[in-house]
């Protein structure tokens, strides 16, 4: 019996080719003091993945503890030492670990260090979270004091099927 030829997704397309992330040329969000340089935001990948370079300045908490009931999502450590928290559990990163975040898995994570940069290449899947901070920095920009507040940081994760753990 003969075997079927090759099927569309058997052979690769003509006209998807590879793109080469320029740091200059990535959006930047700001929200507060943490700094997020958008590498891909799923304009690209058919919304399967995004991912940003997170910034966090020395002695600097992140988001309230919260989990996802949608996404993963992946740290990995390139510059500092994070520290990561699941409920009660201290998790010390450090550079080169790769921190797995499966969905409804409660975590935060901070800079605990007084005088070094906390840089994070951060991975979500799907991609359409990028939206949650970029609404965080619209929040910040709109506030009176321009701090995010903790009901304002619940209210942009509520957008993006994420709750804090209060």
């Known amino acids: 019996m003969p075997q079927p030829g090759p099927t569309k997704s058997d052979i690769p397309f003509a006209n998807v080719s590879l793109i080469k992330y320029k740091a ?12 997020l340089d958008v590498l891909e935001d799923g304009r690209n990948t058919d919304q399967r993945i995004g991912a940003v370079f997170i910034t966090v300045p020395p002695s600097s908490p992140g988001p309230p503890q919260h989990w996802h009931q949608m996404h993963d999502e992946t740290f990995l450590i ?20 790769y921190v797995i975040v499966p969905p409804h898995s409660p975590h935060t994570f901070a800079n605990d260090s007084p005088d070094e940069e906390l840089i994070m290449y951060n991975s979500f899947t799907p991609a359409y979270y990028v939206n949650y901070f970029r ?3 619209e929040m910040v920009k709109n506030s009176s004091d321009g701090k995010l507040t903790p009901s304002m940081a619940k209210e942009a994760m509520l957008h993006y ?3 804090q753990t209060d």
């Open 78 to 97: 390139i510059k500092g030492t994070g520290t990561f928290t699941s409920r009660t559990e201290k998790i010390i990163a450090n550079v080169g670990d």
């Open 24 to 35: 200059p040329t990535s959006e930047v969000i700001r929200v507060g003091p943490i700094r």
């Open 135 to 137: 609404l965080m920095a």
């Open 161 to 163: 099927a994420t709750l």
